[in-house]
């Protein structure tokens, strides 16, 4: 069973584009919420991360929004760049244990 | 350089033979963790330590053994492999401050068990 549901699968954006990953999750335990990158080869790379007590965090041109409510929570690209290419995750954690998303590729068109 | 490190780095194997993959870090990390990644499936967290002689079951940890007798290093061992543990393998390491959660990753290793 998938504690953290990741969608889309993939995503093709325009240069300037603002892709948007969402993730969903059922287990109120969690209180981290990280988002990470991964390059061909390479291993993931922490992005963003967020706790429940807030609902928005930005970095940059990387933002979470986050719901507690309805247990959602989600990454926003701004002004996307070829450069972003990449695997994204989602992951919820209780601290000791993480549990990760299925991953989105992105593919950023120049 | 702050780094976490795996060996080796690709693997073919037989089943049932005895294999252990290395993992050292050298950033004073009191947390280490062994996941798999797989098409479609994400990564799925092994086994996690909290500290040395500490370890716990994640998500996955059929088939797999750890130990953490030193702080640094935190090897996966896999008893007698078989064919469904092909995958990509990352061990990654974070500290235990509880408003910071960082882990960070090794390159991976990518095991094939024929």
């Known amino acids: 069973q998938q504690q953290v549901k990741q969608s889309p699968q993939s995503l093709i954006v325009q240069k300037g584009g603002i892709p948007i990953i969402n993730c969903a999750y059922e287990n109120t335990a969690f209180d981290y919420f990280p988002w990470y990158q991964q390059f061909p080869g390479k291993g993931p790379a922490l992005l963003i991360a967020?706790?429940?007590?807030?609902s928005e965090k930005k970095e940059g041109r990387f933002t979470i929004s986050f719901n507690k409510s309805a247990k959602q929570f989600s990454l926003h690209i701004m002004d996307s760049q070829p450069g972003d290419s990449a695997t994204y995750f989602c992951?919820?954690?209780?601290?000791?244990?993480?549990?990760f998303g299925t991953g989105t590729s992105l593919t950023v068109i120049p | 350089e702050a780094q976490v490190t795996q060996n080796p780095r690709y693997l073919i194997t037989v089943t049932g033979k005895k294999l252990t993959v290395t993992c050292s870090q050298n950033m004073n990390h009191e947390y280490m963790s062994w996941y798999r990644q797989d098409p479609g499936l994400g990564l799925r967290q092994i086994y996690y330590s909290m500290n040395v002689e500490v370890t716990d079951k994640g998500d996955v940890p059929e088939g797999y053994k750890v130990s953490r007798k030193e702080k640094r290093n935190f090897p996966l061992i896999l008893e007698s492999p078989s064919p469904n543990q092909t995958s990509l393998y990352f061990c990654?390491?974070?500290?235990?401050?509880?408003?910071?959660?960082?882990?960070?990753f090794g390159p991976g290793t990518r095991l094939t068990v024929l």
């Open positions: 967020i706790r429940p007590d807030v």
């Open positions: 990654a390491s974070s500290l235990r401050d509880r408003a910071v959660y960082e882990q960070f």
């Open positions: 992951a919820a954690s209780t601290g000791n244990q993480f549990y």
